[in-house]
């Protein structure tokens, strides 16, 4: 790499670093990505590729009605690698796009290592390093690179805790008693539904509610994530709070009865071969002992294999409203941003946008360009106007939602058809942008 060439270290190789390094580097800025696996491995990965998917193999919906497949549109038409990815190595889902998820890291590690611009370091960072940098480690960071954080942001005090879903092998589900079908049939039928009774069920929240569970350091149930919930939280809000939220029948007809279960477990499809399938919805953090016997209390996975048990961990997010502005620059020393979860955006496609909003607005800054400015009226844009001070109170992290982008200025009847609007509207507008603006234009 030729010393006059522009040049931003990254550190982190998770979606947002991932992305934004991809992002940087096709633009023809010089990156260095540090990942400190395999050297060390956080509590919640496993593999040695780039961008692993820790939680769930699901990106969520991929309609336009919904913020989130706009966000991934907006993507799209951005030449994300993680969106390229994941385009690629898709499994059934329904109206979600869902991953094999070894698959989908292991192209983008392959994409990233082939990318000429791209020099990777495998090694753990324990200083922030001179020059453009990219603090893109991840919610888990390593304890070194933590304390170098608090030390710039006096108000890296905030966490939340996260948990991840067990993994079953599909030929140890009971088909007999399990049936194949999505929610209101919308798409072809790509969940195993796992059928409870009355009394299934409440031996199963007896037993759920009395469970041992693992030592989490801190741990209470005010810290948790309304989003990612240990299913044993949930439980203890009430007897039927698991059948309103991820054991709910609604719009699943058991075609041997004709009717509604009492309640249903979902498994979603978990890899490209359909071998493996993920419990939908069931975070937990209870001794592993625990989730074999509780979990195979629900028929059809009464001699279910476990490949993999729930985890759970500690996230760690910025205050980001009075540390960052809307391109993720520090305020107080500019030449270090942050992406990814660390911010307070909430979720895999959120994480890797906010790491292509970053890649783009420091490679204009670097050549001289013009930066982008994503506006409101994007859904890109609204995340990095969110964390950067859209939040009203407390800030907690935030999936990519329509209330904060930009609303309309004229009236749309129904709320499928207002949230279509502004889909078509958020794409219009990026469309000018790609059309514009040169560090956008010029890499297409």
């Not at 990219?134 to 933590?146: C, E, K, M």
């Not at 409101?376 to 982008?405: H, K, R, V």
Request: aromatic share 8%; proline share 5%.
């Amino acid at each position: 790499m030729a010393d006059q060439t522009p040049h931003v270290t990254v550190v982190g190789a998770g979606l947002a670093g991932a992305e934004c390094a991809w992002q940087l580097a096709r633009r023809g800025i010089a990156v260095t990505l540090f990942e400190q696996k395999p050297e060390a491995f956080s509590p919640a990965h496993h593999s040695p590729d780039f961008a692993e998917l820790v939680c769930s193999n699901s990106l969520r919906s991929d309609e336009l009605t919904n913020a989130v497949g706009l966000l991934k549109a907006e993507m799209r038409q951005l030449d994300s690698l993680i969106m390229r990815s994941a385009d690629h190595n898709r499994v059934a889902a329904g109206g979600a796009l869902a991953v094999d998820r070894e698959a989908f890291s292991k192209e983008i590690t392959a994409a990233l290592e082939a990318q000429p611009n791209v020099e990777i370091v495998r090694r753990e960072v324990k200083q922030i390093p001179e020059g453009t940098v990219v603090i893109a480690s991840g919610p888990l960071s390593s304890d070194a690179i933590t304390q170098e954080i608090q030390r710039l942001c006096p108000a890296f005090d905030l966490h939340f805790y996260d948990a991840v879903a067990p993994i079953v092998t599909l030929e140890s589900v009971d088909m007999e008693s399990a049936y194949l079908a999505s929610r209101y049939d919308k798409g072809t039928a790509d969940y195993v539904n796992c059928p409870m009774s009355k009394e299934e069920y409440e031996a199963f929240v007896t037993e759920l509610v009395a469970a041992e569970e693992a030592e989490v350091h801190g741990f209470d149930d005010a810290g948790v994530f309304e989003g990612c919930m240990p299913l044993e939280v949930m439980a203890r809000r009430g007897r039927d709070t698991l059948r309103y939220g991820p054991l709910k029948p609604v719009g699943l007809r058991n075609p041997r009865t004709g009717h509604e279960d009492y309640a249903v477990v979902q498994l979603r499809q978990d890899n490209q071969d359909g071998t493996l399938y993920n419990m939908v919805g069931f975070q937990t953090h209870l001794k592993w002992g625990e989730q074999k016997r509780v979990f195979s209390m629900i028929p059809a996975l009464r001699n279910a294999e476990f490949v993999r048990y729930g985890v759970m961990h500690r996230n760690t997010y910025l205050n980001s409203p009075g540390l960052l502005d809307a391109c993720y620059r520090l305020k107080s020393e500019p030449r270090i941003r942050f992406a990814g979860q660390m911010t307070g955006v909430e979720g895999y496609v959120e994480s890797a946008a906010s790491g292509l909003l970053v890649g783009v607005e420091t490679a204009a800054e670097l050549l001289g360009l013009p930066g982008v400015g994503f506006p409101q009226e994007t859904a890109i844009g609204a995340l990095g106007l969110y964390i950067s001070g859209g939040s009203i109170g407390d800030f907690q992290p935030m999936n990519i939602n329509f209330g904060i982008i930009r609303s309309l200025d004229y009236r749309v009847r129904g709320k499928r058809n207002k949230n279509a609007e502004i889909s078509r509207r958020s794409l219009e507008t990026l469309q000018g942008l790609l059309e514009e603006k040169e560090v956008l234009s010029k890499w297409r």
